[in-house]
């Protein structure tokens, strides 16, 4: 029998940035993929946002999440020679004189000082509706995911630790000291499966709110935004005319396909956005990871110690997962203890 030191389940984010920082750590590993089937990192734009929503409201930890997470990609880039951060600020449309008066306030908190623009610029980019302003979110990154995964996937396949497969759950064998799996043995398995852990026996325990999420890739020549903007809807430029411009966010859904509804929503939200002529080259959807608390989900099950979760990346992935995965890295490798506002204990008391 082959022996490695973790299996792990999923090679969206959660699992490629697990897989490699066990690899920089000297671990060996098995990495199973159904080949990115259902994957949200293959469909995100993969923003790292310091500051969100209509309140902008500062994110959770972001503060010790950015650097870790500018640290981590660019480490990674150069590792397998590509380029996926890309480290732009976001411009926002500002409206309403009450979002103004917002943005002023808040943009004259300490706290907020290296994140939001003091100032703002007047007006709008050509191509787009007239807005009273743009306020401008500093220290913003965008990470293109499936850019990512794929290079991560192709550097697992040379090197042959990467099974293009979907992973049987009821052919894994769990012992006190180690798991099997066919010919091949590990002492834990780390389940990273994104939205699909609601089919793993182990852990569909945990309380998943998942969101699904569609968009669509657009062509739209003479627009002037450079990286990335948002109004109704964030536009994304991938590169020439291109945009990725979403998201819709719907908690009820029957699978995670593309749908007429939400294209005709994203449609209207484009409209009221957009002056100028667009072409639709693609609608993509996915399910975003989303736990009931907005946390990830880290940790061992219950029962069986060698049995491993690295979930719950939901809609903030490209920020959260770099500084969670070198979190289960130290407890996997070193046994240090998970802080508790992730540990996936706190749905077992
Ligand atoms: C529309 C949309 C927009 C988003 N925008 C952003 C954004 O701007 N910024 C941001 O930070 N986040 C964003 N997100 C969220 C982000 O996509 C997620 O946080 C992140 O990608 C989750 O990664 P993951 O690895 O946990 O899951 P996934 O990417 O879903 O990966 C799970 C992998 O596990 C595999 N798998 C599952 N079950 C099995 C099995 N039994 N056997 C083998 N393989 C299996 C799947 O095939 C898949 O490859 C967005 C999500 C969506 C849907």
Request: proline share 5%; glycine share 6%.
């Amino acid at each position: 029998m082959n022996k490695v030191d973790f299996f792990i389940v999923g090679q969206g984010l959660a699992g490629s940035l697990l897989a490699a920082e066990l690899l920089a750590a000297g671990k060996t590993i098995r990495v199973f993929d159904a080949n990115h089937q259902g994957a949200a990192s293959a469909v995100a734009a993969g923003i790292v946002n310091p500051i969100t929503g209509r309140r902008l409201v500062k994110s959770w930890m972001i503060d010790a999440l950015i650097p870790k997470a500018i640290e981590t990609y660019q480490r990674q880039e150069k590792l397998l020679q590509k380029n996926f951060l890309y480290q732009t600020p976001i411009q926002r449309a500002i409206n309403e004189v009450s979002e103004e008066n917002l943005w002023i306030t808040r943009s004259g908190y300490e706290d907020n000082i290296a994140y939001l623009s003091r100032d703002l610029i007047p007006g709008s980019p050509v191509g787009m509706q007239p807005a009273l302003a743009r306020g401008i979110i500093k220290q913003a990154c965008r990470v293109d995911l499936p850019a990512y995964i794929h290079a991560w996937k192709n550097y697992f396949l040379d090197r042959q630790l990467l099974e293009q497969t979907n992973f049987d759950y009821a052919s894994l064998i769990v012992e006190s000291d180690q798991v099997k799996y066919n010919d091949w043995s590990a002492d834990k398995i780390i389940f990273c499966e994104g939205h699909q852990v609601v089919n793993n026996p182990w852990f569909n325990f945990v309380p998943m709110v998942l969101a699904k999420g569609e968009v669509v890739i657009l062509d739209i020549p003479n627009l002037s935004v450079e990286e990335i903007y948002k109004s109704n809807l964030t536009f994304v430029r991938l590169g020439g005319d291109r945009f990725w411009v979403g998201a819709t966010y719907d908690w009820k859904f029957e699978n995670g396909n593309p749908t007429e509804v939400g294209k005709a929503e994203l449609i209207e939200k484009i409209e009221a956005d957009l002056t100028i002529p667009y072409t639709i080259i693609d609608h993509q959807a996915a399910i975003r990871p989303t736990i009931k608390d907005r946390r990830p989900a880290l940790g061992s099950h219950p029962k069986f110690s060698n049995l491993i979760l690295f979930n719950g990346l939901g809609t903030k992935g490209a920020s959260l997962g770099p500084y969670w995965s070198s979190a289960m890295v130290r407890f996997l490798i070193y046994g240090d203890a998970i802080d508790a506002s992730v540990n996936l204990d706190r749905f077992n008391r």
